[in-house]
């Protein structure tokens, strides 16, 4: 079978991206840096958002939908956020094309200009705070506990398939309480949302931390975030949770009466993943063969390929037990098919299947029959076994649970074989070259040192992970007094 | 109880605005029509979206997710098709703000102008079957059966809280065939779901048919409709279904190789429903005391409310009485809500709840529990029965069931009543002006015709409905020979 995909350790890069593009997930588009996500990749990024869509109606949240559009003014009202919003932007001038007179298609009708831009959402902090502004007057209205499902822009020069697109899906929540703890409290507890679903649906380890003031969402006090390693050893921030504090209730005037007949603004969060998860995914845990799905999330769990035989009777028992199996299996809540398409030869189906990254694959033949055994081979270790028709539905229902746990276990391994604590500025630079990951080391707490280490390094702070160790140091790089480590890594 | 609707028989258009904004299902925004969908119409689209989800799978489809942006050279490559959508369109000329040097918050950086501009999809035929060049080849690759869920933007004029917004939520079926037949087959199949969805589900009779050339959708061969009548007598377009022939493949250029090794053009389907839908559900069954919701579709189905006792011992009771339901009614699969709030008196909830138009209501207090029974109010005929307690959950979902059959018979006798056949202009025009409904009227298939009357009478042809009886007749504008009735109706 000839290699379809570039080896990882030739150029990891190149492995991504035939790996996304040729395993179904995305495609590039006609309109620079706008993907086509598949239904591959599409099937993936649903069953993400059900999960998560679950979890956040048990903590009592509600969908909404607001606006695409965003007055260019709304981004200006709140200071900090317009430092980090208003740059790059999709930007809606006109609301109407016409036929060339010169017959060279349509143009720009110039007479239909709007008066004021509109701007398309790189998030609807503004147009949603400007939304509860109507909505919140008395304490009675608290929390409002809102969560959206969206596409969003934002102008990038550099992207990468899901891992940094142009327009991308997401959710964004949006909450508003009545004080300072109790939105301290959702920012957190949205936080845990995402790293339970990392750790649980994804197989994905993540670092809970909180980020330093230069790597803080633009109008927030304080972002959380969760924090994965890839196979190269670069991390990527899987998902952020902001305490806004009043900021946008002061900037679109949002206050509350509360209890005692006071009046005070409102305290707000915001938290977000996207279809950047469906990148981290890929990057933890596929191979040189093509994707590794854990069960919990693949579209497809369980794929049956019967081996045809030329005598008819024995052709027949293939047929009648690879359909039992297929209703055994349904019957167990299994996502399973039956690939029994006589025009493709068995070993293209399993190199198929292995490169769209199907958990588990059951091979089935006359002889198998005879033996009374399936071969059952999983994704992740490419182990084959050869199991007993007799409790064959009960031994994958088994290894898809396995398969699950060991995904995580061999990603958390190797995250803990990748974090590495570093007291030396030569040892920092040199562990960043030659075994990249994370590197734990005392920092002196200023936005100086952080920037010069991410000029001279590439590595930025991802985070400080929540529940620190609190230690006595130094510096890794100024050599200044420091109270504990931080997380430092080179980043997606 | 003050009365918060317009009634319907002095305002309709002020009932529906009213009963909109006030039940939660939306809200104006910020952008110029725009609407925010309010956590109560997000879920009611949310379980519309599910269920006709589970019907495009059903019948073989897969979701994707194309671009937001298309570039304006592809309007213009399907001739009709740019005469029908280019015209009211948001178009994207930039991709940055900066600061305004005067200090007057973001202005657009007149440096980051678009080489090409990007419009905002009003419908993505264009850049998916740009995309569809790519992916088809052979007559392997076919039939291409894709949906996907979107927002879209018509730069509409007037518009009207989920009838007519710039922006909506809906999806697009996009399927790509080998034969003309085949594609013929997918656009029926697909009208005929979106029909049982609608009878089914939100218990709206729709009338099958299909649109005459001046309403037909650009670049389409032939557009199929369902259409339904709202209380008003008017009539809503509540989906559609296009045969393309081979125009768009024929303006992207997509051929495939046949099994005889010949090339050809693809053929093609596109099919919609949106939010519109929403606004159609209020129309055709809400009263003026609020929403009144198909059970199928309600967010809540069941609402109890206890009455609190004085007596401990007799409250402890309706605690009991009240959770046990609760519990058993979950166990049934019932959406169902405990409301036990102490701080709004039971009539307050009564009236709150019918604005919702929760289905069911149940009240339970003490002496209900003496006699072994409960109060249980449907909302779509407002009756009232005491119910034994011994067999009350069933007895619910029996009833839940009953609303869901009246609903769907009471609007179709409405129908059946307000559709009319009528022979001469005069009794048409009175027929429009004094019971409005559906006019089953011959035509004698002129665009000139059609045109006529619409101006006269804003009636215009709803369909040809499907399996219509061919009857000799003449035209009740122009007096000409017609071979068949077809449907008329001012329309939303």
Redesign the interface.
């Given at each position: 079978m000839a290699k379809i995909l570039t080896n990882r350790a030739d150029d990891y890069s190149q492995w991504y991206n035939d790996l996304v593009l040729k395993s179904g997930l995305a495609?590039y588009?006609?309109?620079k840096g706008?993907?086509?996500?598949?239904?591959h990749g599409?099937?993936l990024w649903?069953h993400m958002r059900d999960e998560l869509d679950k979890r956040f109606k048990e903590t009592g949240h509600?969908?909404?939908?607001?606006?695409?559009?965003?007055?260019?003014?709304?981004?200006?009202k709140e200071a900090a956020h317009?430092e980090g919003f208003?740059?790059?932007?999709?930007?809606?001038?006109?609301?109407?094309?016409?036929?060339d007179p010169n017959g060279g298609?349509?143009i720009?009708d110039p007479e239909a200009k709007l008066e004021e831009?509109?701007?398309?959402r790189p998030t609807s902090e503004t147009?949603i705070w400007?939304?509860y502004k109507?909505?919140i007057q008395s304490y009675r209205d608290l929390p409002l506990l809102?969560n959206q499902w969206?596409?969003v822009?934002r102008?990038e020069m550099r992207t990468r398939l899901f891992l940094r697109t142009t327009?991308f899906?997401w959710q964004e929540g949006h909450t508003a309480h009545a004080t300072r703890e109790e939105a301290i409290a959702e920012t957190k507890q949205m936080l845990e949302v995402y790293a339970t679903f990392a750790e649980e649906f994804m197989a994905l380890p993540v670092v809970r931390g909180v980020k330093t003031a230069n790597e803080r969402f633009a109008g927030a006090e304080d972002t959380y975030c969760i924090e994965a390693l890839m196979q190269d050893g670069k991390a990527l921030q899987a998902g952020t949770s902001h305490f806004l504090g009043q900021n946008f209730a002061k900037a679109f005037d949002v206050k509350f009466q509360d209890k005692s007949n006071n009046y005070d603004y409102v305290w707000a969060t915001s938290w977000g993943v996207s279809t950047r998860l469906v990148g981290a995914l890929v990057m933890a845990h596929s191979d040189d063969d093509g994707l590794i799905l854990p069960p919990k999330l693949a579209p497809l769990q369980v794929v049956i390929v019967p081996m045809f035989a030329k005598d008819p009777e024995a052709q027949a028992k293939v047929t009648q037990v690879t359909q039992d199996l297929l209703k055994t299996l349904k019957g167990h809540n299994v996502r399973v098919k039956l690939d029994d398409d006589e025009n493709t030869r068995p070993g293209w189906k399993f190199a198929e299947y292995e490169l769209k990254g199907v958990p588990v694959r059951v091979a089935l033949g006359a002889r198998d029959i005879a033996n009374n055994v399936a071969e059952v081979a999983r994704r992740d270790t490419k182990e084959k076994s050869s199991v007993s028709l007799d409790n064959l539905a009960d031994y994958i229902v088994q290894l898809l649970d396995d398969i699950q746990k060991n995904m995580f276990q061999r990603a958390l391994n190797f995250r803990t074989e990748h974090t590495v604590k570093v007291d030396t500025w030569d040892e920092f630079v040199k562990i960043l070259d030659e075994t990249p990951g994370f590197v734990s080391a005392h920092w002196d707490g200023t936005s100086e040192t952080e920037e010069k280490i991410k000029e001279l390094t590439k590595a930025t702070i991802r985070c400080i992970p929540l529940n620190n160790e609190l230690e006595e140091g130094v510096c890794v790089y100024s050599g200044k007094a420091s109270g504990q480590r931080v997380l430092f890594a080179r980043a997606y």
């Open positions: 495609d588009s006609a309109v706008c993907m086509v996500i598949k239904p599409y099937a649903e509600q969908n909404a939908y607001f606006p695409l559009f965003i007055p260019k003014s709304f981004l200006s317009v208003a740059k790059e932007c999709a930007v809606v001038t006109h609301y109407r094309l016409k036929n298609g349509v720009v831009e509109l701007i398309v147009i400007n939304t109507d909505w809102i969206a596409n822009v102008w327009e899906l």
